[in-house]
């Protein structure tokens, strides 16, 4: 898995700060091993838990992105951000999440995609927060 195009190290692209708690749900093998340079005090927990920093969500299926709609967004009200991975077409892997569907999807909620990167050969995301107006 290489961390992208941009050459930017991958945990600036996210947005990993020194301190940041930083969930992780269905973290596929050797992602962790792409995060270069991870600030002083940086703790990884799995699934979705009270206020993190941050939330990286990978997902394969449309049915797993749509079980965690609202504990996603829960977890990161009102002002942190949550990055939606999904595998991108290239990498062959078979699913029924595309960027365009991920974007509806968060179109759909009170939150608002903000930028996107590609975190790996195999993985795309798409970093959303929630709009201003329902802060």
């Not at 504990?71 to 078979?94: E, G, S």
């Not at 995609?113 to 970093?127: E, H, M, Q, R």
């Amino acid at each position: 898995m290489a961390a992208g195009y941009s050459g930017t190290p991958l945990t600036k692209k996210l947005g990993i700060k020194a301190g940041f708690r930083v969930a992780v749900v269905d973290e596929p093998a050797g992602f962790r091993s792409l995060l270069d340079d991870v600030a002083e005090g940086v703790s990884f927990e799995h699934g979705i838990p009270r206020a993190p920093d941050l939330v990286i969500a990978f997902y394969v299926w449309r049915a797993d992105l749509d079980r965690d709609l609202d504990k996603l967004a829960t977890a990161v009200f009102p002002d942190r951000a949550i990055w939606l991975a999904w595998p991108k077409q290239a990498a062959k892997v078979p699913t029924d999440l595309t960027g365009d569907v991920v974007r509806e999807w968060v179109l759909a909620t009170k939150l608002v995609d903000v930028k996107v990167c590609a975190i790996s050969d195999v993985w795309s995301g798409l970093k959303v927060v929630w709009r201003k107006e329902h802060r």
